[in-house]
């Protein structure tokens, strides 16, 4: 790895450091001065357009001196130029001109004096003239040049209108007043002074543009007055028709706009060279930028694909190992294949040392992963086998305990010691179903199906008979319906599984309610407790089990249960639900598919019905009726023992009761039975066999009612 790096460095070294420092030159370069050059020429249009309402401004200030000097010919003249200088101030945007509408009305209503109407004016024009366009930073001598000239010429300007509209008043009162004439002078020395700058910056052509316009008729005319006002400074009255100053200096004045209009084309036209010029300088030098940026880009490409292309191939290689290889290794050596290779990485022929070494490393990986989880699948294929070889020895023997026990309960005489046995089958039975769970849970052979099809309620009382404490189940209403034989003892583990699960969880005088409902194809069945409840989070992670998503040897071992639904659920084709009970509590819900449901049997035909005689004797008595209880045709269920060849054949136990095969489903006969006759086989037992007989009875009923 240290060549690769030594030589993608020296690759890449020199063109990123040029295209850094050619980047560094356009953006502290070439970018400021394109935007200086961009900002000159908007400022120099910006300047314009403040002119031609400086313009419009200075003939507004003439017009109102005029008037204010007692010549009323000029208020004619004084609204047009108003509504001129209000469209330029649109345009121009400024706000120097706020209190422009309360000094026209003092105009208007001669409120103001001549003097205080030209000073507001001319502060306001000379705000405008001191709007900063920032041209004063140019870098370039020719635009500074320029902006010299254009404020020369403006300053100029400024100061011959400033002289038109004073001598307009002075024209129009008669003469000067009192302080007048030094004002006059000192505008007529300001425009000799901005005349003089702008001489001294101007060019050839702009300075004869200049001598024409103070060299034509209306040039002389206005000279001439300038002349008259320069001898009446001793106060003498003034025989001079205003109009004639006014219309030759404006002659003048619109001149001069003129050529302030054209030094401004001139320097607008410099700024856009200028601007061009740092774009295309800026252009070039972004095309060097590419070039050296395309160049480093191809050398790392050319530097790069030696290491690359290897590199690809052996990332494809890893891929293709982690993705495919090395799980079907792991499975089949789970199926107890010995002949499995460990897959292996090989480095690609062309690859460098580098290359060569990642392969070797990634191969090394792979072998200790490989040999990881060959381990563990083994480890789990051997737990699973002593799991389910420790299940059926448990089933065994608990067969035999059963066997046992039955053997027990038909010798048993004592009423209490027959109960201890049926309490100790409950518990056989009970562990039997664990047996059971343990082989569900490793995938081995589970209960033995049966051939005909079991009542729905049956499977249900088969299921809560595997249950502690089955007295707390309440089943409610239980629609019939027949599951097959090959289903019945899944189904009735699965909710004994349930079952016990909601009573674990329910206090101890809460009943637990079951009912079936047949809904469409399917039958539902719901085991409804009145526990604690879950929480969303644990309904959900306990319906994940449910569904078999999760595997059971990672998981805490009070979450078997859900494991074992979840098995019998997946290999039924049902699906279980935990949901919140209406109340408090859960709801476990188990959709059994049609494929389950058994069709309903055909029912024979009715026997025909014999009338009664129509004159009973008096004396005969009626005949008795009993219910005979025999067991259902068709297999028990899986839980049941059967009946060994003594019991099936004989009618009674040994403590002389009616024999019935327990938990057999139960079919009731009614037939005729004769009135018995004092030589019935009840009053032929000896007074012995009648007094054990009471003292069982009596001794079960004691139970119940203790229970």
Same mark, same amino acid.
């Given at each position: ?14 063109? =990123? ?117 920032? /041209? ?81 008729? $209306? ?110 290794? =792991? ?19 062309? $690859? ?143 909710? $004994? ?28 069945? $719901? ?67 049609? =494929? ?17 005689? /129509? ?93």
């Amino acid at each position: 790895m240290t060549t690769i790096r030594r030589r993608v460095a020296r690759t890449l070294a020199l063109p =990123v450091v040029v295209a850094l420092l050619l980047l560094a030159a356009v953006v502290a370069i070439e970018e400021r001065g394109y935007r200086r050059a961009a900002d000159s020429a908007d400022a120099v249009t910006r300047a314009l357009a403040a002119q031609d309402l400086v313009q419009e401004l200075q003939n507004e200030r003439g017009l109102a001196a005029g008037l204010l000097g007692g010549n009323d010919g000029f208020r004619a003249e004084l609204g047009p130029a108003r509504q001129r200088v209000d469209q330029r101030r649109g345009r121009a945007d400024t706000p120097a001109l706020g209190a422009l509408g309360g000094v026209r009305t003092a105009i208007d209503n001669s409120t103001i004096t001549r003097s205080d109407a030209f000073t507001f004016y001319t502060g306001r024009i000379a705000e405008l003239n001191r709007l900063d366009t920032g /041209l004063d930073g140019a870098t370039d001598g020719e635009l500074r040049r320029g902006v010299s000239t254009l404020r020369a010429l403006s300053d100029a300007k400024e100061a011959v209108a400033q002289e038109r509209a004073f001598l307009n008043g002075v024209f129009s009162a008669g003469g000067f007043r009192s302080g007048e004439f030094l004002q006059f002078v000192t505008m007529r020395s300001a425009k000799d002074t901005a005349l003089a700058t702008f001489t001294r910056y101007a060019t050839s052509g702009q300075r004869a543009s200049a001598d024409y316009v103070f060299g034509t008729g $209306a040039g002389r005319v206005a000279a001439y007055f300038e002349g008259v006002a320069l001898a009446s400074g001793d106060g003498r009255e003034l025989q001079v028709n205003p109009q004639s100053w006014w219309s030759a200096l404006t002659t003048v004045l619109d001149d001069l706009l003129r050529l302030e209009q054209h030094v401004g084309s001139v320097i607008q036209a410099r700024a856009r060279l200028l601007r061009d010029q740092a774009a295309r300088r800026m252009g070039g030098l972004g095309a060097i930028v590419l070039l050296f940026l395309a160049g480093a880009i191809w050398l790392a490409v050319a530097a790069s694909r030696s290491i690359a292309r290897p590199l690809r191939r052996l990332a494809e290689q890893a891929d293709r190992l982690a993705a495919q290889d090395l799980p079907d290794a =792991v499975r089949r050596v789970a199926a107890g294949d010995e002949d499995v290779e460990s897959p292996s990485v090989r480095p690609p022929p062309d $690859a460098t040392a580098e290359v060569q070494s990642v392969a070797g490393a990634l191969d090394r990986v792979q072998a200790t992963a490989y040999a990881l989880a060959a381990e563990q699948a083994q480890l789990r294929r051997g737990t699973t086998a002593s799991l389910a070889d420790l299940g059926r020895r448990h089933q065994n023997l608990l067969r035999r305990q059963l066997g046992l026990i039955t053997r027990l309960e038909r010798e048993e005489t004592d009423p209490g010691g027959l109960a201890d046995l049926f309490e100790l089958d409950h518990l056989a039975t009970r562990m039997r179903r664990n047996a059971e769970s343990l082989l569900v849970l490793v995938g081995a052979t589970g209960p033995r199906p049966w051939s005909e099809p079991v009542p729905v309620e049956d499977v249900i009382r088969a299921a809560v008979s595997e249950v502690e404490e089955y007295r707390r189940v309440s089943l409610r209403r239980v629609d019939e319906c027949r599951l097959t034989g090959g289903a019945a003892t899944s189904v009735a583990h699965l909710l $004994a599984e349930l079952i016990e699960n909601g009573l674990a969880f329910s206090a101890p005088e809460c009943d637990l309610e079951i009912q079936g409902r047949r809904v469409g194809p399917q039958y539902l069945i $719901a085991v409804v407790d009145q526990g604690i409840g879950m929480t969303d989070a644990d309904l959900a992670e306990a319906n994940r089990r449910l569904r078999g998503e999760a595997d059971f040897l990672i998981a805490p071992a009070r979450y078997l249960g859900h494991y074992v639904v979840g098995r019998i659920a997946r290999d039924l084709g049902a699906e279980v639900v935990l949901t919140p009970s209406p109340v408090t509590g859960v709801t476990a819900r188990v959709a059994l598919p049609g =494929v389950l449901i058994a069709a309903e049997p055909e029912l024979p035909p009715p026997p025909p019905l014999t009338p009664p005689p /129509l004159s009973p004797s008096p004396l005969t008595p009626p005949p008795l009726v009993t219910v005979e209880y025999l067991p259902a045709p068709g297999p028990a269920l899986p839980h049941q023992r059967a009946a060994s060849p003594d019991e099936t054949n004989s009618g009674r136990t040994a403590n002389g009761l009616p024999r019935r095969p327990p938990r057999a489903p139960r079919v009731a006969r009614l037939h005729p039975v004769p009135s018995p006759s004092p030589s019935s086989e009840t009053l032929q037992s000896a007074p012995g066999d009648v007094r054990s007989r009471l003292d069982a009875f009596r001794g079960g009923v004691a139970r119940g009612a203790e229970q």
